[in-house]
């Protein structure tokens, strides 16, 4: 079958990495999206160990769309019933975008009467919809007038993890998180340290990756395990093979916070994860803490301003800026920003700067090289925060 994957942006390749170091091949990479083939094992695979995936979709059709009467009659003549019994239930899932048909609720709904109509002809009885746990999940992309009908084989989004017990505020996607860990080029052997923690996402999904755990292992369910052709006896092999294949940490990874109650929370999802040991939670600020490791790396999520002004803003970067020269000597810092303004007052001349998205947030992932001996430390300019090119 053809699976489509969907990501983050700016994680095209690293996913496309990933699939092949699952075992698959030929990966047609696009925006948000990357393609392959696979057969049933392999899809139950992907969705097990792909932290780079927010879920993975099959396309069973394609065709013109340029009204509802084009839907409606395309939708009405897939053989539906070879997905589903009529005693199963549906959800329909519409995404629209610059098409004549421009309400994705409205394309949703007719979708949902053209299958519904089809079993009741054929059987004298209809599906029902359920739109939190559904037999049979399906999706509807409709673009330029084109639609592509798919079955969603992960269910839930496949960066709810099934760890987060708490979270803070404004928490950290899990997906984002180990795309940030995998675009810093982290060994899994140097330090790792997060100076305003939060709840733990950026070190737990290290730890998962360094530990070579399965991120669907914590999951409850996916989308495919109420499918008709479910193999549980082939997916429950993956299982027991992705358990067997977890290995012991050795590296150092630090979460500090100054909130008290982030690092409770951060604890207890490292708890929820199995990592509960791996990882070093300390109740202290940047400005106090100060790392007892070797050189390694630093990865953090500052806020972007929201709840704060923008002198306090532009001072707590600032102070970011003065611990990464202090304090750090011959680490690497990554800050992940959506404030181009706040991360000019680093101090620091970024070395690489990668454009990501958090939530609808346009960000930039700046990378600080913070040499020891008697390399300057250059000032940085506001032209310096712009889009990487390559």
Request: net charge neutral.
């Amino acid at each position: 079958m053809r699976v489509v994957a969907k990501t983050l942006f700016g994680f095209e390749d690293l996913l496309e990495e990933e699939l092949k170091s699952l075992g698959i091949e030929e990966v047609v990479k696009a925006t948000r999206a990357v393609s392959f083939e696979a057969g049933q094992r392999e899809l139950y695979k992907v969705n097990l160990w792909s932290r780079l995936a927010l879920r993975f979709m099959v396309p069973i059709k394609t065709f013109p769309c340029p009204n509802e009467q084009e839907l409606y009659k395309n939708i009405h003549d897939i053989a539906w019933e070879e997905y589903m019994s009529v005693d199963d239930t549906l959800a329909v899932d519409a995404v629209v975008n610059r098409s004549a048909m421009d309400h994705s609720l409205y394309v949703s709904l007719k979708t949902k009467d053209a299958i519904v109509d089809r079993f009741r002809e054929k059987f004298e009885k209809r599906p029902s919809v359920d739109l939190v746990r559904p037999s049979l999940r399906i999706n509807i992309h409709l673009s330029n007038d084109q639609a592509t009908v798919s079955l969603d084989s992960s269910g839930d989004s496949l960066h709810k993890r099934g760890y987060r017990q708490q979270q803070g505020e404004a928490p950290l996607n899990e997906v984002l998180a180990a795309g940030m860990v995998q675009l810093t080029g982290w060994d899994k052997q140097a330090p790792l340290v997060d100076l305003m923690c939060g709840s733990g996402t950026i070190l737990i999904e290290a730890g998962m990756l360094a530990g070579n755990r399965a991120p669907g292992l914590l999951r409850t369910e996916f989308a495919f395990e109420r499918w008709k052709d479910y193999d549980a006896v082939a997916w429950e092999e993956l299982r027991e093979e992705a358990k067997k294949a977890a290995k012991p940490m050795k590296v150092r990874m630090v979460g500090s916070d100054k909130s008290h109650i982030a690092v409770k929370r951060a604890q207890e999802n490292a708890m929820a994860a199995g990592l509960d040991k791996a990882i070093e939670w300390i109740s202290l600020s940047y400005e106090d803490y100060t790392a007892d490791t070797e050189p390694g790396i630093i990865i953090t999520n500052p806020p972007y301003g929201a709840r704060l002004t923008s002198d306090d803003l532009f001072g707590l970067y600032k102070g970011l800026g003065d611990a990464f020269k202090k304090k750090y000597s011959g680490f690497s810092a990554w800050v992940l920003t959506a404030n181009s303004e706040a991360a000019k007052h680093i101090g620091l001349r970024p070395s690489r700067k990668i454009q990501l998205f958090n939530g609808s947030l346009e960000c930039r992932f700046l990378k600080f090289d913070l040499y020891a001996g008697t390399k300057k430390i250059h000032k940085l300019a506001a032209k310096d925060i712009s889009d990487e090119t390559n």
